[in-house]
């Protein structure tokens, strides 16, 4: 069973997800205005268009972290899609707010790995540490 702390900061995450989706569909063009001009110069389609594929999926990484439903690969997508909004916003004053977003995502999915991922990183450091000549053994 996970830590209570997990799911606080799951749920939190989800609504946060969630909200941001609803509030982008209530109007995309807004949202469009944080963009650079440089990134919205290369949207193959109109900036509302790609505001409402933003909202979409927004909604559905909090229905994921909501649901509990592979918290791990929700978390992955939205720390991609976070880094894309970092990337695309420029240095505003909601940068912090994203940046503590992106850790927050980044936590959830480290913890909420599973056994098999874990395993296969695991035997990636055994490999290397076989390669390098010492012993794989953790103390």
Do not use: C
Request: glycine share 8%; charged share 10%.
């Amino acid at each position: 069973m996970k830590k209570t702390s997990f799911h606080f900061l799951r749920v939190g995450l989800a609504i946060t997800f969630l909200w941001i989706g609803v509030l982008i569909f209530k109007n995309p063009e807004a949202w469009g205005g944080y963009l650079q001009p440089w990134a919205a110069g290369l949207l193959p389609i109109p900036i509302a268009q790609a505001m409402i594929g933003t909202a979409i999926l927004d909604i559905t990484i909090g229905a994921f972290l909501l649901l509990d439903f592979l918290p791990w690969l929700a978390a992955f997508v939205g720390a991609i899609h976070i880094i894309i909004v970092l990337t695309t916003s420029g240095i505003t004053d909601i940068t912090v707010r994203d940046i503590g977003l992106l850790v927050a995502v980044l936590a959830l999915m480290i913890d909420s790995l599973p056994q098999w991922v874990l395993n296969k990183i695991w035997f990636v450091k055994k490999q290397q540490m076989l390669e390098m000549g010492q012993s794989p053994e953790i103390k």
